[in-house]
């Protein structure tokens, strides 16, 4: 069973019973720093795991990026 979710304004399947962790896995970004917002809510780094995502959720990921 898959459910769709909106990752920065694009539509992504994943499994049903999917997390933040999943989400960033499938996403190739797991070992990336970056910040996740699940319907305008931050989870934080140490929430991902735990972080059940639903039908429907709107995700913004943020990727940081350093430079000067």
Do not use: F, W
């Not at 499994?15 to 970056?34: I, N, R, Y």
């Not at 917002?37 to 795991?49: G, L, Q, W």
């Amino acid at each position: 069973m898959t459910m769709t979710v909106t990752v920065n304004g694009q539509p992504v399947e994943l499994p049903a019973q999917a997390t933040v962790a999943d989400l960033l896995v499938q996403l190739g970004k797991s070992a990336v720093p970056c910040a996740v917002e699940v319907n305008k809510a931050v989870v934080r780094k140490r929430d991902h795991a735990a972080a059940a995502l639903k039908p429907a959720d709107t995700i913004e990921i943020v990727t940081l990026v350093g430079g000067g």
